[in-house]
């Protein structure tokens, strides 16, 4: 395998022949048993390195009754290892600030500082030590290899750059392309209009940002009389929220761009976070196994839930020295297949992509709802604005759900609104099983981002606090 090693060490001159469409043959196509075979190798250095480096391990394992020397074999693995949890990390950072005790690098090796926003509760501290970000580099260049990106393409960075992981690591791939970057950033205010500006003087071929940004950007483009196909994208690369694997979304992104549409992005705390992505030839989400090990388990037992079915991906970084995690658990809902992919590389996929955090899920009388399944629906239907809100409230003793809808200029010059609001309606019944309550309101009524979309709003807590309210003031 090509610069198979722990710690890694990669050329920084190395690029392949400009019509390779693989960065690494061997390690991208070989046979997905050989490669099992040295994941388990790895494997096997990665816990030894976080046990002889790591506090945090050490008494995790201890209590799980797991040491570094039982592990022969991915079963053992899967077995033996406990999984953890960002609430394990945030508390191992409470108690051991800044970095927690799971930092397995000294201070002085510490070359990027990142992490969460902490705006509900207090916030990660991603520490990555200068190997590693050069690591990152590497493994994000070779992936947007496999989208089609190469040395030279301008590749704009239409995200937040700050503590958000995401802006970072696109921006480090970029570089270490040899692309043209261009970290154009988002979220001041007016700055939309003139990445539209921009992006039409520049004409990138590549650009990353979120799915609900690409939107908003592309309406904000055509309301200043631009076409956002006249941009010249070629590339467009997303993370941060479900969007770019979901049909209805990603083919309205496509039709405003004319570009080729990649989803890709697991956790910030697995940077490289690009090691689930598409490539120019599969659609839906490589497993970049020989990056970070993934597996897809049962939500409860943490067991691998076999191909085809549902589950939630647990994750194994196979690079990392500072910081690194081992089984962590994602909290995200996906499907994972293995079957022949059609650019050859030979890793499991997801092919829906992930389908939304499994706390964002919510139950309206018995039926599970995911927030990215509405986004998909509304976003296939004629007439749809381009935003939305999803209320969860309750009339009498049942839950309510009520969708409020952005309709076209179009669809009200057109007298059609009635028509719309049954349209939708119907497409959501059909859909959850749900009765669902549709209003509509004018295009741009409903606050826009530049950078994930909060669209759910439970005012269930609000009736439960009156209701209680009421009750205790009436001394039931």
Not at 42 to 64: G, K, N, P, T
Not at 83 to 103: C, H, M, N, W
Not at 194 to 212: E, N
Request: net charge negative.
């Amino acid at each position: 395998m090509e610069s198979w090693s722990f710690p890694p060490s990669y050329d920084a001159a190395y690029l392949p022949p400009s019509d390779s469409r693989y960065w690494f043959p061997r390690r991208e196509t070989m046979p997905a048993g050989e490669r099992d075979v040295a994941i388990l190798l790895r494997l096997q250095q990665v816990c030894r390195y976080a046990y002889d480096h790591s506090a945090f391990y050490r008494r995790r394992w201890s209590e799980a009754g797991f040491h570094p020397d039982q592990l022969r074999s991915l079963e053992d693995f899967e077995d033996k290892v406990p999984v953890i949890t960002k609430k394990e990390l945030r508390e191992s950072q409470a108690t051991q600030p800044p970095f927690g005790d799971y930092l397995c690098v000294p201070d002085n090796e510490i070359f990027h500082i990142h992490g969460t926003s902490g705006t509900t509760g207090r916030p990660t501290a991603f520490a990555i030590g200068r190997n590693d970000w050069s690591s990152i580099a590497n493994a994000h260049a070779r992936i947007m290899w496999a989208m089609g990106m190469r040395p030279g393409d301008t590749i704009c960075v239409a995200a937040i750059l700050s503590l958000y992981m995401g802006s970072w690591g696109a921006l480090a791939g970029a570089e270490r392309l040899g692309a043209k970057a261009f970290p154009f950033g988002a979220g001041a205010p007016g700055m939309t209009i003139r990445c539209a500006q921009w992006l039409d003087t520049i004409k990138p071929s590549g650009f990353y940002g979120t799915p609900t940004y690409a939107l908003h950007l592309a309406q904000a483009a055509i309301d200043e009389g631009l076409n956002p196909r006249k941009f010249g994208l070629k590339h467009m690369f997303f993370s941060g929220e479900p969007g770019a694997s979901i049909p209805g979304v990603r083919d309205r992104i496509e039709d405003f761009y004319g570009a080729a549409v990649f989803d890709c992005g697991s956790m910030a705390e697995m940077s490289p976070w690009m090691n689930i992505a598409g490539s120019a030839e599969t659609e839906g989400m490589l497993c970049w196994q020989d990056l970070v090990y993934t597996e897809v388990c049962d939500p409860k037992t943490m067991r691998r839930v076999p191909y085809g079915q549902r589950g939630t991906p647990v994750y194994t970084h196979l690079e990392r020295t500072s910081q690194p995690m081992i089984r962590l658990a994602s909290g995200d809902l996906t499907l994972w297949v293995d079957e022949p992919n059609p650019c050859g590389r030979t890793y499991p996929r997801l092919p829906q992509g992930i389908f939304g955090r499994i706390d964002d899920m919510f139950t309206v009388r018995g039926e599970n709802v995911y927030p990215s399944e509405i986004d998909a629906a509304l976003n296939a239907t004629p007439g749809y604005g381009g935003e939305h809100q999803i209320i969860i409230t309750r009339e009498a003793a049942m839950d309510e759900l009520l969708l409020r809808v952005e309709a076209t200029e179009d669809t009200f010059a057109q007298g059609a609104i009635e028509h719309f609001r049954l349209d939708v309606s119907r497409r959501i019944q059909k859909l959850l099983g749900l009765r669902t309550t549709a209003e509509i309101v004018a295009k741009g009524s409903l606050p826009r981002t530049d950078f994930k979309a909060r669209r759910v709003i439970d005012d269930r807590a609000v009736f439960r606090d009156m209701y209680s309210q009421i009750r205790s003031e009436s001394g039931a």
